[in-house]
T-cell receptor, first 111, second 113 residues
Framework: EDQVTQSPEALRLQEGESSSLNCSYTVSGLRGLFWYRQDPGKGPEFLFTLYSAGEEKEKERLKATLTKKESFLHITAPKPEDSATYLCAVQAKSTASKLTFGTGTRLQVTL | DGGITQSPKYLFRKEGQNVTLSCEQNLNHDAMYWYRQDPGQGLRLIYYSQIVNDFQKGDIAEGYSVSREKKESFPLTVTSAQKNPTAFYLC????????????FGQGTRLTVV
């Protein structure tokens, strides 16, 4: 069974204080790993797809990396508008399009 | 604009009543999904469909039903058999030809009283 574990559950940062969010996964043949951002009361917004170990993707202050067992979402010099819940999901080669999600990391960035 | 539309945004129902949540997409995606989100539990898959007139149960299908009569539409019915229906419901869609992940609607918050 595919599993995704995210840590920490919650993270409070001051503006400009860089940090990383972790996503550990077990899957029988990774087809893709996905990062989403979710604001309260809204649907998740797609951020990145990673396909193989060693791959990295960047978007503004966010950078996602992937190893064979985990992925990191690095946040550099965060701003208050980066406050949200960040979700990680995996897709296995055997289950076609089905995504398995972690429970998310709730990030709060204060001034 | 292309996207996924869920309606209504908020829904209140009395216990014992069936209720149908709407999901429409104009992205020409083959696959559509329904997820349920509860505090502290992440997103859990209820049903998914990869082609018209075919769908599969997800991890928590009991008490729910779906149909896929058109490519653009994937309505979810929450039946009276669902023991704890109050939750945030999210619909998503994806293409099967390229692995871009799933795109989500804005959700429907269902409250059963």
């Amino acid at each position: 069974e595919d599993q995704v574990t995210q840590s920490p559950e919650a993270l409070r940062l001051q503006e400009g204080e860089s940090s990383s969010l972790n996503c550990s996964y077990t899957v029988s043949g990774l087809r893709g790993l996905f990062w989403y951002r979710q604001d309260p009361g809204k649907g998740p917004e797609f951020l990145f797809t990673l396909y193989s170990a060693g791959e990295e993707k960047e978007k503004e202050r966010l950078k996602a990396t992937l190893t064979k067992k985990e992925s990191f979402l690095h946040i550099t010099a965060p701003k208050p508008e980066d406050s949200a819940t960040y979700l990680c999901a995996v897709q296995a080669k055997s289950t076609a399009s089905k995504l398995t999600f972690g429970t998310g990391t709730r990030l709060q960035v204060t001034l | 604009d292309g996207g996924i539309t869920q309606s209504p945004k908020y829904l209140f129902r009395k216990e014992g009543q069936n209720v149908t949540l709407s999901c429409e997409q104009n992205l020409n995606h083959d696959a559509m999904y329904w997820y349920r989100q509860d505090p502290g539990q992440g997103l859990r898959l209820i049903y998914y469909s990869q082609i018209v007139n075919d769908f599969q149960k997800g991890d928590i299908a009991e008490g729910y039903s779906v149909s896929r009569e058109k490519k653009e539409s994937f309505p979810l019915t929450v039946t009276s058999a669902q023991k704890n229906p109050t939750a945030f419901y999210l619909c998503a869609s994806s293409t099967l030809t390229k692995n871009y992940g799933a795109f989500f609607g804005q959700g429907t918050r269902l409250t059963v009283v």
